[in-house]
């Protein structure tokens, strides 16, 4: 597994607004959504492109446009909703499929509740985004979901991860290619396993409480 966590003053500072507990629903939805734009970049570095050739009002010249099948994007429900939009907005073509998935907060095992994907992933290149990555397992299941289903690249996208979560995603990926994508590394876990110091419930903040 490749873990990139990025590094950038403007990631840092969007990240800390995003923590207060003060920040308001609708600023806290738009910097997800700012924050994954500026994490796709890193994420997309890897992306499948294959060369073409164009003409320009000049000359002829070569450049390179994304290979076909185009790729894959996973929003894990509720939370990575909130990055869809910032994803997309870098990558306009991407096809996307959602997993709906809850952590059961008693066993702190992940629940798969929808799914809507591709039959085959044979050969598709995915990207999971999820903003939170606590104890690690409901990212590892959606990632194990897709390589049952013949995904062969892997790119998971977190706002904030921790080193419990990291090493979960590490030993699910096996030798097989996945790169984990963090906006940050946190300290760890508290009692219930929520990161600490974290920014709370993601998708509560996002959505409000689905109670
Ligand atoms: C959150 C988060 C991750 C998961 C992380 O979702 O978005 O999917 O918890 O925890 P883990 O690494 O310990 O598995 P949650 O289950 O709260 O669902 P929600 O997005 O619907 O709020
Ligand atoms: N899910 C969240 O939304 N936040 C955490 O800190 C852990 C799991």
Known sequence: MRLVIAEHPLIT???TVLRDAKTPQPTFRMLTEELMTLLAYEATREVRVEPCTIETPVASTTGVQLTHPLPLVVPIL???LGMLEGMVKLVPTAEVGFLGMVRDEETLQPVTYAERLPDSLSGRQCFVL???LATGGSLAAAIKFLFDRGADDVTAICLLGTPEGVEAIREAAGDR??????GALDEGLNEQSYIVPGLGDAGDRLYGTAD
């Open 177 to 182: 290619h996945v790169t984990l994508v963090l």
């Open 13 to 15: 500072h969007k990240l």
């Open 78 to 80: 509720r939370a990575g």
């Open 130 to 132: 999820d903003p939170m």
